[in-house]
């Protein structure tokens, strides 16, 4: 199955930007979601078709796919983007299951 | 606004078996996909598998095959996952989401329910 590959944790200070990576084999032909996910919390769409993004997420919020790395990019952190971040797309070798990576935590210095 | 709200919380005993459900509201049932995640304590997602009620079409990872049934039922807008053999490594908060091709991925969360499998 496809596997999806993220860092375990990310560390910046606010104002700061975090860059949260996911790996896989040509990743950049599939379509990739990112997910924030805070304690006790469901997780939440910040990032879908690799680059858009729900209404209400902010614009600080950014996502871009290419080769065999896909990335969220967050600007000018604040402390409330302390969370999980986790990518996902749908494996439409096992048709269209859903993949999730394991999962980064950022932390806000 | 469409909103999936769970079941409560469930303990069960290794080896019973645990049905959840999602009751849908503010959108058409019929036009959803629903998917269910899991998460075991202080682990990531893992998808399960999904239903589309409109062609009852089910889809389950190969992980679940055998153990997992996941159902809906359109006069009550709902949508069940049921796990059967449970056993402690089942403990985990079990969500429904709904799919949609216009955002690609899973835009609506239930709110989890925990399912506790000790003896």
């Known amino acids: 199955s496809y596997v999806l590959t993220q860092s375990p944790s990310v560390s910046v200070a606010p104002g700061q930007t975090a860059t949260i990576t996911c790996g896989g084999n040509n990743i950049g032909s599939r379509s990739v979601q990112w997910y924030q996910q805070k304690p006790g919390q469901a997780p939440v769409l910040v990032i879908y078709?690799?680059?858009d993004r729900p209404s209400g997420i902010p614009e600080r919020f950014s996502g871009s796919n290419s080769g065999n790395t896909a990335t969220l990019t967050i600007s000018r952190v604040e402390a409330g983007d302390e969370a999980d971040y986790y990518c996902q797309i749908w494996d439409t070798g096992r048709d269209h299951e859903g993949v999730f990576g394991a999962g980064t935590q950022l932390t806000v210095l | 606004q469409v909103q999936l709200v769970q079941s409560g919380a469930e303990v069960k005993k290794p080896g019973s078996s645990v049905k959840v459900s999602c009751k849908t509201s503010g959108g058409t049932f019929t036009t959803f996909t629903f998917c269910w995640v899991r998460q075991a304590p202080g682990q990531g997602l893992e998808w399960m598998g999904r239903i589309v009620p409109i062609f009852h079409s089910t889809h389950y990872t190969q992980k679940f095959q055998g153990r997992l049934t996941i159902t809906a039922d359109e006069s009550t807008n709902t949508a069940y996952m049921e796990l059967s053999s449970l056993r402690s490594e089942d403990t985990a908060v079990y969500y429904c989401?709904?799919?949609?091709?216009?955002?690609?991925?899973?835009?609506?969360w239930g709110q989890g329910t925990l399912v506790t499998v000790s003896s």
């Open positions: 078709y690799d680059r």
């Open positions: 989401a709904s799919y949609s091709e216009s955002s690609g991925g899973l835009d609506y």
